[in-house]
């Protein structure tokens, strides 16, 4: 019998978890990830056939009914989900009413899908919608990319300029620019639901003086365009450490051959 728990999908979520709180960006139990995972994928996992639980979900997720997702528990932290995947972690099922999460593997202890659960399945619906290959949604609270939002102007445009001109890389990964929602509470249908509305036109999304929501094919590229992202706000923060003054930098016209070098569309709204 193959058991979920030496599948590569928990792996994956053991790595990147750890790499994000290696990171410094999963203070106690800042973050979650899901994963979403179809009945084929499942399919030679004898342990995750029974429904162990059930959890309402306190909003309508029928477009994603039938579908599984691998993600992280409340109040759980991320630098131990390498080391009790089975506690930490659990893999749920949405019911074909789209009303409730059962739970099929994992969350041994008691523990319930992560707070961020409304906005992880919104994402994952809206995501759905623009490209089907992604099946990663990844939260985390990256230090230098949350500052921004207390120094820069709440401006999709200005943000997504600002963090492409820092480094080459960044307009190859994020051509669409970053989303930005005002602040909300977290935990709640309305920030799902204005962060679902941003993942229709981008794969990153700001919470302001909160963190990152981050969409992509895999875990690894989820991780990695996180990685980039606060990168580039990094190298900010660091122009900032080294007295401010910008001598010379990426202009428009490198910025757009960038994207040609690279078959990238850069977005039109924010490129000159
Ligand atoms: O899971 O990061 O936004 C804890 C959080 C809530
Ligand atoms: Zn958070």
């Known amino acids: 019998m193959t058991k979920f728990i030496d599948s590569d999908y928990v792996q994956q979520l053991r790595d990147i978890t750890f790499r994000s ?20 994928d499942l399919k030679d996992f004898e342990d995750v056939k ?5 959890f309402d979900l306190g909003f309508d997720a029928k477009e994603v009914a039938g579908q599984y997702f691998l993600v992280t528990g409340s109040g759980r932290y ?17 019911s074909d009413d789209g009303q409730k999460a059962e739970l099929r593997w994992g969350f041994e202890d008691g523990a319930r899908p992560t707070s961020e659960l409304p906005t992880h399945l ?3 619906i809206a995501r759905l919608k623009v490209n089907p290959n992604h099946r990663v949604v990844m939260h985390c609270h990256p230090t230098n990319f949350i500052a921004l939002s207390f120094t820069q102007d709440l401006d999709e445009r200005h943000i ?10 960044s307009l190859v990964v994020f051509p669409e620019g970053i989303g930005i929602i005002p ?90």
């Open 21 to 40: 709180y290696d990171a410094g960006w999963d203070e106690r139990n800042g973050g979650n990830v899901s994963i979403r995972l179809t009945e084929e």
């Open 78 to 94: 991320f630098r131990n989900v390498t080391s009790r995947p089975t506690k930490d972690a659990g893999l749920i099922r949405i």
């Open 183 to 272: 602040y909300m509470t977290p935990g709640t249908n309305e920030i799902g639901e204005a962060t679902a509305k941003k993942m229709s036109e981008y794969k990153v999304v700001m919470w302001p003086h909160h963190g990152i929501f981050a969409v992509g094919d895999n875990p690894d590229e989820t991780f990695g365009l996180i990685e980039t992202v606060e990168k580039a706000a990094t190298i900010y923060s660091q122009i900032g450490a080294q007295g401010g003054q910008i001598k010379q930098a990426i202009t428009d016209e490198q910025l757009h051959e960038l994207a040609d070098a690279f078959g990238v569309v850069g977005n039109p709204k924010f490129l000159d």
């Open 160 to 169: 997504s300029r600002l963090l492409w001109k820092m480094q080459a890389e």
């Open 50 to 54: 029974k429904t162990k639980r059930e």
């Open 122 to 124: 919104m994402a994952h």
